[in-house]
């Protein structure tokens, strides 16, 4: 290991703006005594260059040689090659295993102290599965990697924070999955990690009902009354300072949430699109309960955009930004 904090930024799923976004804010914006290694296939990487009119020279990356910054216009690669070649905006299923392979190197680094943090570009779930591979998404994959029994998926702002009692699921099954187990152990996971990878020392979390209302007493739903005012008052008790459960259409108000340090709300359309309208293009998506530090973009692969330039480097620079942060804690 340098001196310096190395990041690993895997560039996603080849065919979407992963690739642009990496290289756009690498020409933008260079951080001190941090060193991005970029883990995809270089040809991809010097392909979309060309397309978008960038000059950048890309310096093939090994543990044992990475003993300098780069300057603007070069980054760090550390190659892996993806099964056939690469046309923007043409998703390729055959490219799927180049995919995963990259999240894989990414977190091995990670693992055995070579990285400091992992953040990643958007992938394609769809293409994913249609490879073959079962997958539900990063947060999932990730946590399957690093042996971690319950990821929590959590998308902040500068002012806002909201984690998931359940991930990507159809909403048919949400119910059943949120149990007072897993409850628990969610509350649990967003208590620790604000408190150690934020350093928040009293974290103050809201905690959203399930059905309209909260519930209404039991008129609109059940599973407050059985499952989530029990575990809710049980953490209570173990000092924790939850407020909840509250009616999800009243809870994201200036009201409820001043002071808040953040939401945890049942499911991903509870809450993430609430976030999504105040800070989309500047959000970031951090994964909690895992033995790493994971950051990501708040947003998806946009297909119609790879190689055309018209896109937002917003959420990557926070991302990047956000992983620094709790790398030096």
């Not at 756009?24 to 991809?44: F, M, R």
């Not at 043409?90 to 894989?104: C, D, E, G, Q, S």
């Not at 951090?286 to 790493?292: A, E, M, R, S, V």
């Amino acid at each position: 290991m340098t001196t310096r904090l190395r990041i690993a930024l895997t560039a996603g799923e080849p065919a979407g703006i992963g690739p642009d976004i990496i290289l756009l804010l690498l020409q933008q914006q260079q951080w001190a005594e941090v060193d991005l290694v970029v883990i995809a296939d270089p040809v991809v990487l010097q392909t979309r260059a060309d397309a978008l009119g960038i000059s950048v020279r890309l310096r093939e990356y090994s543990p044992t040689t990475l003993t300098s910054a780069c300057p603007p216009g070069e980054c760090w690669v550390l190659p892996i090659p993806t099964a056939v070649p690469v046309e923007a905006g043409v998703l390729n299923p055959a490219n799927a295993p180049y995919v995963l392979a990259t999240l894989r190197r990414a977190v091995e680094g990670c693992l055995n102290g070579e990285f400091a943090s992992i953040v990643t570009a958007p992938l394609h779930k769809g293409v994913i599965n249609d490879a073959g591979i079962p997958f539900t998404g990063h947060t999932e994959f990730l946590a399957e990697l690093t042996h971690a029994p319950l990821p929590v998926m959590m998308l902040a702002s500068h002012n806002l924070r909201v984690a998931l009692a359940t991930t990507h699921v159809p909403l048919a099954q949400v119910s059943s999955q949120i149990t007072r187990e897993s409850l628990t152990q969610v509350l649990t996971i967003l208590h620790h990690d604000l408190q150690h990878k934020f350093a928040i020392a009293h974290p103050r979390i809201l905690v959203c009902g399930l059905n309209p209302h909260a519930g209404e007493g039991g008129h609109l739903g059940t599973e407050e009354l059985d499952t989530i005012i029990p575990v809710v008052q049980a953490l209570q008790q173990q000092g924790m300072d939850l407020r909840g459960p509250l009616p999800a259409d009243t809870l994201f108000t200036q009201r409820h949430l001043q002071g808040a340090d953040a939401v945890l709300a049942m499911y991903h359309d509870q809450g993430l699109p609430v976030l999504k309208h105040a800070s989309f293009g500047k959000g970031i998506n951090i994964t909690l309960g895992l033995p790493i530090i994971r950051t990501s973009v708040d947003h998806g692969t946009a297909l119609d955009l790879a190689g055309t330039g018209q896109v937002e480097t917003g959420s990557l620079y926070e991302a990047i930004a956000l992983a620094v942060q709790l790398s030096l804690k």
